[in-house]
């Protein structure tokens, strides 16, 4: 305890492009101090890179008298360990795609995406785990016999801050980021052996799930290391969500997510039901494409975001007809990770800068608006949008986002959210108490839909385009 009479904790968010690790006052959620370091380009990366990130990013004291520290990380990325405890290859990310046919081959040894629905709660996707695991035993078959045991990038990182000492005694992780590997129930609470063994021909080690304030150790120095859990579970902890909530991220990638007491299964496949960090269940849609269409597409009209700013909402809403499908890097949800971006409704008379521009921000943000569709299809009620991420600060996205998603657009203030979340659950750990601790997230401007909006008009084009060229 220091800082005055203050308790601190930590949350770390080792996310696709950095380290961030906040310090926080225990009680109320006040940042005191805070770190950062980025990680390499890419969609294959070796932990270490990870680790040497966080102690840059934690050097200079920045973890002193903190007394709880906890991990959120990137989900379903595949570490691969051997017997030994060592790397056997660069962990392949979320969004390596690199795995799309062994997506399509085990959604149909299985019997189709409705089976691994009722399974796993999720239609498989290359960004889950467990088509990564296959993957390597159809292209690296002898790194897959090295395989023992199979962890995520946050139970990596919260392992090797156990290990600096003698505080390591197994890999943990909690529900929420298990619920991501394609071999996991969140309805059960139980890993599914049966899909690991159809995954790699062999059941592999996995690790332990805690509950969402177990302790999964101390370090030599007596700091308690909460469970951790993947990055939206940590944001939606972070923002305390209340019903009728729906969070849009804006980030590298895209998500939708709200939280809710029972499991979801859309038998579309489209929302998957993941679990929550609190004990709960956070159905969930995550998409390739966000925040870099824009920069993409700066880039192509030769000026920076603050210029499309400009150029977008200098165009009429709808942009004169024009249509973006933004699916830049393919894309994950809908499941098309061999799609480039499609251009659709040019002509002589719209083919302007600021059209091209408005376009752009109307194409990235229906995508999610089709999300949030889903999550009010699938039962859940949906009164406002938290908008957050790097791209909710655009000004066109905060103008045009309102009349695209048709119900009130919140934006809390910036903040690092899957850190905040990781050190709410960190001062949970520590409590004791049943419930996490009652942090205020202060919400900096909440945006009405207009009554008069051409919103509906670009979301038909936005689904007509998307039928006509990849007819789903």
């Not at 908008?387 to 903040?415: C, D, K, M, N």
Request: charge should be negative.
């Amino acid at each position: 305890m220091a800082d005055g009479a203050r308790t601190l904790v930590a949350g770390v968010d080792s996310s696709t492009q950095s380290t961030k690790v906040v310090v926080c006052d225990a009680a109320t959620g006040e940042i005191v101090r805070s770190g950062r370091a980025p990680h390499p380009d890419g969609t294959a990366v070796h932990p270490d890179r990870w680790w040497e990130a966080y102690t840059t990013a934690t050097a200079d004291g920045l973890l002193e008298d903190v007394s709880a520290i906890a991990v959120g990380g990137q989900q379903h990325g595949m570490c691969a360990l051997d017997e030994s405890g060592e790397v056997i290859r660069e962990a392949l990310l979320w969004n390596d795609t690199r795995s799309a046919q062994a997506a399509r081959d085990l959604t149909d040894e299985l019997g189709g995406p409705q089976e691994w629905v009722r399974r796993t709660g999720m239609a498989l996707v290359p960004s889950f785990t467990v088509t990564k695991v296959r993957w390597l035993a159809d292209h690296e078959p002898e790194n897959a016999a090295r395989v023992h045991d199979v962890v995520l990038p946050h139970d990596w990182l919260t392992a090797q801050i156990l290990k600096q000492g003698n505080g390591f005694e197994r890999y943990t992780t909690d529900r929420g980021d298990a619920s991501g590997t394609g071999y996991f129930s969140s309805t059960s609470d139980s890993y599914l052996p049966d899909l690991q063994e159809l995954a790699l021909g062999r059941v592999f080690g996995v690790p332990h799930v805690l509950g969402p304030h177990e302790v999964a150790g101390r370090t030599d120095g007596g700091m308690v290391v909460g469970p951790g859990t993947g990055d939206n579970a940590g944001a939606a902890l972070g923002l305390g969500l209340r019903p009728g909530d729906v969070v849009v991220s804006l980030g590298t990638s895209g998500a939708v997510f709200a939280d809710a007491d029972q499991p979801v299964a859309d038998p579309n496949g489209l929302i998957a039901s993941f679990a929550s960090a609190s004990g709960g269940h956070l159905p969930l849609m995550a998409t390739l494409n966000a925040a870099r269409v824009l920069t993409a597409a700066a880039q192509l009209l030769g000026t920076d975001l603050d210029g499309l700013d400009r150029l977008a909402l200098a165009a009429e809403p709808g942009a004169g007809g024009l249509t973006l499908l933004p699916y830049l890097d393919g894309e994950r949800s809908p499941s098309l990770p061999d799609a480039t971006g499609t251009l659709g409704g040019l002509t002589r008379s719209n083919a302007t800068p600021e059209n091209l521009a408005r376009a752009a921000v109307e194409g990235m943000l229906a995508n999610l608006v089709s999300g949030v569709s889903d999550v009010r299809r699938l039962g859940l009620p949906v009164e406002r949008v938290l908008l957050i991420g790097g791209a909710s600060a655009s000004r066109a996205v905060r103008a045009i986002a309102p009349s695209l998603f048709g119900v009130p657009v919140a934006i809390p203030a910036p903040g690092e959210y899957v850190g905040l979340g990781a050190a709410r659950q960190a001062a949970w750990v520590l409590s004791g108490d049943d419930a996490p601790p009652a942090w205020t997230v202060t919400v900096e401007e909440t945006l009405d839909p207009p009554s008069d909006d051409d919103g509906g008009s670009v979301l038909e084009r936005y689904a007509t385009l998307l039928e006509t060229v990849h007819g789903s």
